[in-house]
């Protein structure tokens, strides 16, 4: 274990059995006079600590989820020989008020979380180890000094209720079984790993929903939630002892009313030979319980319950994000891309990483969020949440030779160079413009100019054109149709992007010496990229496929009258025929450059290719694909919810501000549009719009923070806006 800075030097890693599957670790000490105690303590799987019965904290699943140690990877679907950094978070909490006078005890339950994930292996064994281990120091402040209780192999261990937790399954839970017998723990090898404070957020029980029941046969019940969310169904009993309350849990149902599991992994077998299906058991001991999952989260709108039970209630789980935005409109593709989009991405934050899927993979895909990232810094509170992913972006990153993975943590799964790998230039980037922290940039910019030399090391003739041997190398994904916008050029596409961020992060953290480099670099790509894939005659790349125009103009290969052709080209489609990325770029460009009216009416659109094809087919959520396939909570096609506010609000920054230090308010209104209202808590402060289309003009309002002032800007009307409520009709 590296870093020597750390409170735990004098501790020793403990552990159980390892065949256990979660063990509750005993350990008794004396308190006299203390005036303050602060705990001390990480684990590798999922810890829950308490002082005399009272939890040490609210926070769930911790540590959050880290690349903890070294794995064998080169089994993989995908090989992996990277050298990557591995490091695990520790926790120092105040546990002042519940130590007393005397004897107490510290309680620490462990579960398996992804430390020892064994079923799912679809991208390779996950599993890091074997045996659930927790080390502690219990810091005891009194008159006469600082006495340390530490974890040193004096502690017992005895089995919890829980007899099976595994992520992607659920949970075991047998009160009855509890013995109560301590045995002695085992004193082990502490993990090769950076021991760090931690960061990032911790997730939490968010709000509950009482669901409808929808049907009952055969002993079994059916309820609805409502919605499509991440968290699980807590279940209250009497029923007698030995009695059985099982679970399971879906997306969707059957023509026949019957749970489909076949969306969220419940076709593939796990390495046990069980199908993967999240489910729970509770085995009753005949007096009255709660029961709930400790170390696991569901993701699903319905489910099933068998046995007997007096109520339940579904419990929403995810990272303790804050939703620091609200949007409303006369659009229902409006409110429906904004509402599904939160809804999406929240359900997606478990552990401090935006997973592509709550549910059957659950893993951090750097291509999902990156395009998520801007949208969720601007319209949640998740700046804390971001910098522990960055840092796990970095920790990715193969020390030698450069590369960045598909998932950050690392667990395997496919992408690309361009549409995954370049997170590591364009989250840091996103999370400066959003935080104003430059500091992120100086510690990202080593990493980043590493990541471009692998990219110019894997080109040919100017276009990036592979990845690692053995693993894909995507470019766009989930288009409508299938692939046909060439990957190289959507990779080289982003090179030019990532050149270009690299230029102006060069000037930011004053590094000019460089920029020379990427210009030449450009130039070069340019002539690369126009030569392999435009149509000199037409102006066109790529004949125009699946947005490959979109691209261009966002790689600055094309201007604004690429955008209006792109305008008419979709406004006859009515429909997107774009990947996710491309989505994103496409209504950029379209709000942007007064295309308002063709957004609007891509987002009224009922067709097959369109957000309300998704809610008119009884989405929650976004969908994986346009067409329903695959997982239906996958927030990737979401992220065009910002230009809600950035551009049909006009709540903009200037390009030369971050953090909003400047204002701006622009609003681009549709001619389809009556009314819009929105706000935005910024670092600057609160700052609201609405308008509404009036008989004499359209009537706005807009809201400023205290010591601040905006400009407001709408077609040829100019004003100043100063701090307080704004009122005028135009």
Not at 17 to 33: G, I, M, T, Y
Not at 201 to 217: M, N, Q, Y
């Given at each position: ?42 684990s590798l799987g999922f810890f829950e600590a308490s002082v005399n019965g009272t939890k ?129 723990v085992f004193i082990v090898d502490a993990p090769e790993t950076e021991l760090s404070a ?222 995954w790998g370049c997170a590591i230039v364009t989250v840091p980037y996103a999370y400066y ?298």
């Amino acid at each position: 274990m590296n870093n020597r800075n750390h409170p735990f030097l004098s501790a020793k890693w403990i552990a159980a059995d390892s065949a256990v599957a979660s063990p509750l670790f005993v350990r008794s000490f004396f308190a006299h006079n203390v005036n303050k105690a602060t705990l001390h303590i990480t684990s590798l799987g999922f810890f829950e600590a308490s002082v005399n019965g009272t939890k040490v904290t609210d926070g769930m699943y911790l540590p959050v989820v880290t690349d903890y140690e070294k794995r064998d990877m080169s089994r993989w679907i995908y090989p992996i020989f990277d050298d990557l950094t591995h490091r695990l978070y520790y926790y120092d909490f105040d546990v002042t008020d519940k130590v007393r006078e005397g004897q107490n005890e510290l309680l620490i339950q462990l579960g398996n979380g992804w430390y020892k994930q064994t079923e799912r292996v679809a991208e390779g064994e996950m599993a890091f180890g074997d045996t659930l281990k927790t080390i502690f120091v219990l810091a005891l402040e009194t008159e006469s000094g600082i006495q340390y209780i530490c974890s040193d192999g004096s502690e017992t261990w005895k089995e919890s209720e829980i007899r099976y937790t595994n992520l992607f399954i659920g949970e075991v839970l047998d009160p009855a079984a509890c013995t109560g017998e301590t045995t002695p723990v085992f004193i082990v090898d502490a993990p090769e790993t950076e021991l760090s404070a931690a960061i990032g957020v911790a997730d939490g029980c968010i709000r509950t929903i009482t669901p409808r029941l929808l049907s009952e046969h055969d002993g079994k019940r059916i309820y609805d939630a409502g919605e499509n969310i991440s968290g699980y169904v807590r279940v209250r009993t009497a029923a007698e002892k030995g009695s059985r309350i099982q679970l399971r849990f879906s997306e969707e149902l059957y023509e026949d009313g019957t749970l489909d599991f076949t969306r969220i992994g419940g076709e593939y077998v796990c390495k046990s030979g069980r199908h993967q299906i999240q489910q729970d058991l509770f085995i009753c001991d005949g007096t009255y319980r709660v029961f709930e999952p400790k170390f696991v989260w569901h993701a699903f709108r319905y489910f099933e319950i068998t046995g007997d039970y007096d109520a339940v209630e579904a419990v929403v789980v995810h990272s303790d994000v804050s939703v620091t935005s609200s949007f409303e409109s006369s659009s229902e593709g409006f409110n429906f891309l904004y509402d599904s989009f939160i809804r999406s991405q929240l359900t997606n934050m478990h552990g401090s990483i935006p997973s592509d899927c709550p549910h059957r993979e659950r893993l951090g895909y750097t291509g999902d969020g990156q395009v998520c990232a801007p949208a969720a810094m601007l319209l949640l509170d998740s700046r804390e949440f971001y910098r522990k992913w960055i840092q796990d972006i970095l920790d990715c990153q193969d020390k030698v030779g450069g590369h960045v993975q598909h998932t950050a943590p690392m667990m395997g799964g496919g992408g690309g160079p361009g549409g995954w790998g370049c997170a590591i230039v364009t989250v840091p980037y996103a999370y400066y413009k959003a935080f104003g922290e430059k500091e992120m940039l100086v510690r990202c910019y080593e990493p980043m100019r590493r990541w471009l030399s692998y990219l110019m090391s894997h080109s040919e003739n100017g276009l990036v054109v592979r990845e690692e041997e053995g693993g894909w190398c995507l470019g766009d994904w989930c288009t409508r149709e299938p692939i046909e916008i060439p990957e190289p050029f959507v990779n080289t596409c982003y090179l030019l992007v990532v050149l270009r961020l690299l230029c102006e992060i060069a000037k930011i953290i004053k590094r000019t010496e460089d920029i020379t480099e990427y210009v030449s670099l450009i130039a070069q790509t340019e002539k690369a990229i126009c030569k392999a894939y435009k149509n000199e005659q037409t102006g066109s790349f790529c004949n125009g496929v699946q947005g490959a125009d979109a691209y261009a103009v966002w790689a600055g290969l094309s201007d604004i009258e690429t955008v209006h052709a792109l305008a008419e080209k979709y406004d006859a489609l009515g429909h997107f025929d774009t990947g996710f990325i491309a989505t994103d770029i496409l209504c950029a460009l379209l709000t942007e450059y007064g295309h308002e009216d063709t957004f609007f009416d891509l987002l009224q659109s009922e067709q097959f290719g369109t957000y309300l094809y998704m809610k008119r087919h009884g989405a929650t959520t976004v969908w994986e694909n346009w067409d329903g396939g695959g997982s239906h909570n996958h927030p990737m096609f979401g992220a065009p919810a910002r230009y809600l506010f950035t551009d049909i609000l006009g709540i903009r920054q200037p390009h030369d501000s971050v953090a909003f230090e400047k204002l701006r308010i622009a609003p681009c209104i549709p001619n389809g549009l009556d009314f819009a209202r929105g706000k935005l808590v910024l670092p600057c402060g609160e700052v609201s719009v609405s308008f509404e289309r009036k008989e004499k003009g359209i009537a706005f309002t807009v809201c400023i923070p205290e010591n601040k002032t905006a400009v407001f800007v709408y077609e040829d009307h100019f004003c100043n806006l100063f701090a307080g409520e704004n009122t005028f009709l135009f």
